[in-house]
């Protein structure tokens, strides 16, 4: 799990003796050049950072806060960094830790004893997303509106058994994340959101950073969308209350602050080594893996309406980070590209156009209309609405499909390729990751 629990952000590595100001000045060149062609076809908008021992290499701001009234984005502008909000939680747990008011040893019942279970799972287990809790808080679209506090997200966990006996598997658990959010309080007196201002957030001068309440002015924050039919190209996303992510989804961020907390993780300003050594052993909070041969942990972010990534190559000092407002594949293409300019000085990633190509008949989009099975349990259906392809996978809702041919369509949400062969003996589509090249046919089942 150490390495599932991310998707992408790197902490690059090149010597300061080879990193002139030609190489810098070319590998700008090249970063803005791929994110420029993601902002143009309006797949990114938001900060791309890229630093070397805390100092920038590469620092720029795309497009808009607010597309509707062309309020641009800017260096201070927030994200919600969605699931990189882990790392956070994880290190105030360990901080707690080390103010002795906890230990990750200690039973859950110690804190919440009417959890199920909870005199078998330890906050560690919780941390390594081996505790057993159900992945998601809040199951349904319309319970994403509401307001709840750290107590009512508990009493909705409390509702299901858990999914396996603690510290026999390993899932990824926002579920998980919400219940160490309560800890925190419980064992800090204070609520999760002033905890982490009070011991992370103001002593780092992180004053753009704060984990949301939705009762809170939400000023100088990007808002948030998804891919919509060009060439409007966006549409604002699915409202979704920052409350039903405690813990594992809630903080706000910028990229600037986020370069802060970097290198405060590396000069020993927030924890003890020790406690740093554990979180990384163990994958509290990161994601611990290898890109381009060399360690890094990091952990990226999608969440409605915006992405994110954050990676560090431990040994190296070097960071990338890059924080959008636009719900899209760019997230893996970014980890790539950006990874590979940096390491290689030039990238595989094709150039993503993803406007439509095609003008298709309402009345043969509907044949496409149904449920597909991608894999076992996990199902996409697709609807026709107003001449266009819409497409959700399970637990999710629905973003537009561009047009690329009377059977072919590109999906921006995941940078993939939807193909239809709805004459077959077995009806299906051919779903297409165009990073990876890999494809997963899927059979029409409703």
């Known amino acids: 799990m150490k390495k599932l629990i991310i998707f992408s952000l790197f902490f690059l590595s090149i010597s300061h003796s080879s990193f002139g100001q030609d190489n810098k000045n070319h590998l700008s060149s090249q970063i803005d050049s791929l994110v420029s062609n993601l902002v143009k076809y309006k797949n990114f908008s938001g900060t791309v950072l890229l630093s070397k021992n805390g100092q920038a290499v590469f620092e720029k701001v795309y497009g808009y806060a607010d ?3 062309k309020i641009p984005n800017k260096l201070d502008t927030r994200f919600c960094i969605a699931s990189i909000s882990k790392v956070f939680t994880a290190s105030a747990v360990m901080k707690l830790q080390e103010q002795g008011k906890l230990s990750i040893g200690d039973k859950l019942n110690k804190y919440i004893p009417d959890f199920p279970e909870a005199d078998k799972i330890t906050i560690a287990e919780l941390l390594d997303h081996t505790a057993g809790v159900k992945r998601e808080m809040v199951d349904d679209i319309e319970g994403w509106k509401k307001h709840y506090t750290t107590r009512e997200i508990i009493d909705s966990l409390k509702k299901y058994p858990l999914d396996f006996e603690p510290g026999t598997k390993e899932s990824y658990s926002n579920g998980g994340y919400g219940v160490l959010a309560r800890v925190i309080e419980i064992a800090s007196g204070k609520s999760y959101g002033q905890y982490l201002k009070e011991a992370i957030f103001d002593p780092l001068k992180m004053y753009n950073t704060l984990a949301y309440n939705s009762l809170e002015p939400q000023k100088n924050t990007a808002k948030g969308y998804d891919p919509a039919p060009f060439p409007k190209g966006v549409q604002n996303t699915v409202f ?5 992510n405690v813990g594992a989804g809630s903080i706000y961020s910028t990229a600037p602050d986020l370069l802060k907390w970097d290198r405060a993780l590396y000069n020993g300003s927030v924890l003890k080594k020790s406690s740093l050594d554990t979180m990384y052993k163990y994958g509290y909070g990161f994601g611990v893996y290898q890109r381009n041969g060399k360690d890094l942990v990091g952990h990226d972010g999608i969440i409605n309406g915006y992405i994110g990534s954050m990676e560090s190559f431990i040994n190296d000092g070097v960071c990338i980070i890059f924080l959008s407002n636009i719900r899209t594949g760019a997230l893996n293409l970014l980890n790539n590209g950006l990874c590979e300019l940096y390491f290689n000085g030039k990238t595989t990633i094709p150039a993503i156009q993803s406007t439509d190509m095609f003008s298709a008949d309402p009345k ?3 044949k496409y209309a149904g449920t597909y099975e991608l894999f076992p349990g996990f199902d ?5 609405k107003n001449g266009v392809l819409f497409l959700k996978g ?3 809702y629905y ?3 561009n047009c ?5 369509f590109f999906y921006r949400s995941l940078f993939a390729e939807v193909s239809f062969d709805i004459g077959a003996a077995q009806p299906g589509l051919i779903w297409n990751d165009i990073l990876s090249g890999k494809t997963y046919p899927a059979k029409k089942i409703e």
């Open 67 to 69: 597309f509707e009234k």
């Open 240 to 244: 979704e209350d920052a409350s039903q």
């Open 364 to 366: 043969d989009l509907q």
């Open 380 to 384: 996409l259906t697709i609807k026709e």
């Open 394 to 396: 399970k637990g999710g």
């Open 399 to 401: 973003t537009a499909l």
């Open 404 to 408: 690329l041919a009377a059977d072919r």
